[in-house]
């Protein structure tokens, strides 16, 4: 089987690679662990480049970039480090709004979130309802020409640096609760929106959002009155478009392959000296070459043309539950010096496995939880009955 990509994908890596080396420093890395994931410079430059518009589909009027050269990019930003988190989310905002939204979000709004002058964030989680987003209670209630909103939402992520939150609402409580939703953008900075800051085990910061009387002309409205489903379904498509492009974390690996080689044991053995440690490093690197094959397998179906289903939920399941078990081993592995946080001094790589075995499980939340994407692959490949 041939392997290789097409000269246009290499050339493409190779540009991508000479951007990162200009504008991608460790200060920047660094910066992200007071929780909050995003470098406002890379996120620039790389508008500038038109890297964000080109992830939007051509028929919606974006730069409609291969998918194929789309997880190329994201590859080697992730290999790289680089924090992308607000890059992600604001593209899938853009590309719903261009779907769904009226002339005025598609005109006024849209071309800030792709030139990197604003950013989006999601609001659909509820305290009560978990990953249950169509048991939303949020209300948007019609008053006149504009709308007013109350309730709240959890787990709202860069809602302390975006512009805009995408907000699912509850619109008619007297049908079926996934049949009486709407969705609105909302600036985050209007009247009666409060932020709390949420700090995570995995050191990311999300928010707990309020929404106490917000009032919205109807301009603000994204798809049709109590067709806030639908939206929902175009959201999954798109963050699962990206997702697809997601990759077990090799330098996670990497660390390990130093702390094997650069340890010296009582004896004066390194511990890459044991059968069983390179075993479990070598297994590591076998998952990310698995699910590299699951990510440009996604990405060439859309490529084609193809709506791809469950092949987004194969690379993101794979992908995050992967990454997990790689972390949680590779600590097995260092012992107490696998717990040492990025705090001392002498931390191994700065406490790079610690902080990715707190992250890692996050990764199997958002996207679609593990169990979500596991009933999806279930019903659409395996072809196996409903289990709700």
Request: glycine share 10%.
């Given at each position: 089987?041939d392997?290789?990509?097409?000269p246009?994908?290499?050339a493409?890596?190779?540009?991508?690679?000479?951007?990162?080396?200009?504008?991608?420093?460790?200060?920047?890395?660094?910066?992200?662990?007071?929780?909050?994931?995003?470098?406002?410079?890379?996120?620039?430059?790389?508008?500038?480049?038109?890297?964000?518009?080109?992830?939007?589909?051509?028929?919606?009027?974006?730069?409609?970039?291969?998918?194929?050269?789309?997880?190329v990019?994201?590859e080697?930003?992730?290999?790289?480090?680089?924090?992308?988190?607000?890059?992600?989310?604001?593209?899938?905002?853009?590309?719903i709004?261009?779907?769904?939204?009226?002339?005025?979000?598609?005109?006024?709004?849209v071309?800030?979130?792709l030139?990197g002058s604003?950013?989006g964030?999601?609001?659909?989680?509820?305290?009560?309802?978990?990953?249950?987003?169509?048991?939303?209670?949020?209300?948007?209630?019609?008053d006149?020409?504009d709308?007013?909103?109350t309730?709240s939402?959890?787990?709202?992520t860069?809602?302390?640096?975006?512009?805009?939150?995408?907000?699912?609402?509850?619109t008619?409580?007297?049908?079926?609760?996934?049949?009486?939703?709407?969705?609105?953008?909302?600036?985050?900075?209007?009247?009666?929106i409060?932020?709390?800051p949420?700090?995570?085990?995995?050191?990311?910061?999300?928010?707990?959002?309020?929404?106490?009387?917000?009032r919205?002309?109807?301009?603000?409205?994204?798809?049709?009155?109590?067709?806030?489903?639908?939206?929902?379904?175009?959201?999954?498509?798109?963050?699962?478009?990206i997702?697809?492009?997601?990759?077990?974390?090799?330098?996670?690996?990497?660390?390990?392959?130093?702390?094997?080689?650069?340890?010296?044991?009582?004896?004066?053995?390194?511990?890459?000296?044991?059968?069983?440690?390179?075993?479990?490093?070598?297994?590591?690197?076998?998952?990310?070459?698995?699910?590299?094959g699951?990510?440009?397998h996604?990405?060439?179906?859309?490529?084609?043309?193809?709506?791809?289903?469950?092949?987004?939920?194969?690379?993101?399941?794979?992908?995050?539950?992967?990454?997990?078990?790689?972390?949680?081993?590779?600590?097995?592995?260092?012992?107490?010096?696998?717990l040492?946080?990025?705090?001392?001094p002498?931390?191994?790589?700065?406490?790079?496995?610690?902080?990715?075995?707190?992250?890692?499980?996050?990764?199997?939340?958002?996207?679609?939880?593990?169990?979500?994407?596991?009933?999806?692959v279930?019903?659409?490949?395996?072809?196996?009955?409903?289990?709700?």
């Open positions: 089987m392997f290789s990509f097409p246009e994908a290499e493409f890596r190779a540009e991508v690679r000479s951007f990162l080396a200009e504008h991608l420093s460790e200060e920047m890395i660094e910066a992200t662990r007071d929780g909050t994931v995003h470098a406002p410079e890379l996120h620039r430059a790389m508008a500038e480049r038109g890297w964000l518009a080109g992830a939007v589909p051509a028929e919606l009027g974006g730069g409609g970039r291969d998918p194929i050269l789309s997880a990019l994201i080697e930003l992730q290999l790289a480090r680089a924090p992308i988190d607000a890059m992600a989310v604001t593209v899938v905002v853009a590309s709004l261009l779907e769904h939204g009226d002339t005025f979000l598609r005109d006024e709004v071309p800030r979130l030139d604003a950013l964030c999601f609001g659909y989680t509820e305290p009560e309802s978990g990953s249950d987003v169509a048991a939303a209670r949020t209300r948007a209630v019609r006149g020409e709308w007013g909103i309730g939402k959890m787990w709202t860069l809602a302390h640096i975006a512009d805009y939150v995408l907000l699912l609402t509850r008619n409580p007297d049908v079926a609760k996934h049949r009486g939703l709407t969705f609105f953008l909302v600036p985050l900075d209007a009247p009666g409060e932020i709390q949420v700090p995570t085990m995995g050191t990311e910061v999300s928010n707990a959002t309020f929404y106490d009387g917000v919205l002309g109807d301009e603000w409205r994204v798809g049709d009155v109590d067709g806030g489903w639908a939206v929902m379904k175009t959201a999954l498509k798109y963050e699962r478009g997702a697809g492009g997601q990759f077990p974390s090799p330098p996670v690996i990497d660390a390990a392959i130093d702390w094997a080689r650069t340890t010296r044991r009582p004896d004066g053995s390194a511990p890459i000296d044991d059968a069983a440690v390179r075993e479990r490093i070598v297994r590591a690197l076998i998952d990310v070459e698995v699910c590299r699951f990510a440009y996604t990405a060439a179906l859309a490529s084609e043309g193809a709506m791809f289903g469950v092949e987004g939920s194969m690379t993101k399941l794979f992908a995050s539950e992967s990454y997990k078990r790689h972390c949680r081993e590779f600590q097995d592995l260092m012992g107490v010096e696998g040492v946080t990025h705090h001392d002498d931390a191994h790589l700065g406490g790079r496995i610690e902080e990715n075995a707190r992250h890692a499980p996050v990764t199997t939340i958002y996207g679609g939880t593990s169990e979500i994407n596991r009933n999806a279930a019903e659409g490949h395996l072809g196996l009955p409903r289990s709700r």
